[in-house]
């Protein structure tokens, strides 16, 4: 049985195989992309030794933070294509409900891909063209995989509820999907904080549902979910969505 063929049966859908293959085209392009770059640059790979080294990297012009950002992306994909395995093997509401939970704090690493156009600024010996470019494909694949995870959640809770249940679901998460990039990218924060630093990121939460008024990132949520929202309505229009 070739590799292929393996992969294929982890897929229920040649529609998730489908999309699946397009995204590791996307990811397999971007990658290029940065190595192109890193070529350029005279990057030397060797001085990675470990990952801590390549965290050391996360703020330089390398672009290699884009791999990292594009891994998170990745998990809330992988975990939305186990939620209805799961629940169809276990039938157990508690265990699904925990999937989701954690599908949902890594949501936004999807989407927050689009907020890394905020780094783009002329490198030289790299041509401007050349970065817009390298961001833009980093950000759309990071969006995809933002749609496309939210796609497969819709459809198993419209299928196990209702469609209503399921257009609730859809905006809640892009709501909060909304907060959780303006909190990763302005007040620094992490999905894995919710257990690593749960208090200090419940306050600066509360600060933010107590004092609306006098919060001046609630623009920038807005813009995040209505843009995540559209982008959503877009994918929803050309799917096969018959649940």
């Not at 890394?116 to 470019?133: G, K, N, Q, S, T």
């Not at 459809?155 to 249940?165: D, E, N, T, V």
């Not at 990132?217 to 018959?242: E, H, P, Q, R």
Request: charged residues 10%.
């Amino acid at each position: 049985m070739s590799l292929l063929t393996k992969i294929r049966i982890l897929f229920s859908e040649d529609r998730q195989f489908r999309q699946f293959m397009l995204l590791c085209l996307f990811t397999l392009f971007n990658f290029c992309l940065v190595g192109v770059r890193l070529y350029y640059v005279d990057f030397d790979l060797a001085s990675i030794q470990s990952s801590q080294d390549l965290f050391m990297l996360r703020g330089t012009s390398t672009f290699l933070f884009l791999i990292w950002n594009l891994f998170l992306a990745w998990i809330p994909y992988w975990l939305s294509l186990a939620v209805a395995p799961l629940y169809e093997r276990s039938k157990s509401l508690l265990l699904t409900g925990g999937l989701l939970f954690v599908w949902l704090l890594f949501l936004p690493n999807a989407p927050y891909i689009l907020t890394d156009l905020l780094h783009l600024r002329m490198r030289a010996p790299i041509p401007f063209w050349y970065d817009l470019m390298l961001l833009i494909s980093f950000a759309w694949t990071g969006l995809l995989l933002g749609i496309i995870s939210l796609y497969e959640v819709h459809r198993f809770m419209a299928k196990q509820w209702s469609q209503l249940a399921g257009w609730m679901v859809v905006v809640i998460c892009i709501i909060l999907s909304g907060l959780g990039v303006y909190i990763g990218r302005f007040l620094r924060w992490n999905s894995w904080d919710i257990v690593t630093q749960p208090l200090a990121l419940i306050q600066d939460l509360f600060k933010i549902l107590m004092e609306p008024q006098s919060f001046y990132g609630s623009g920038s949520i807005v813009l995040f979910a209505v843009f995540f929202l559209l982008s959503y309505l877009t994918f929803f229009s050309f799917s096969d969505n018959k649940n």
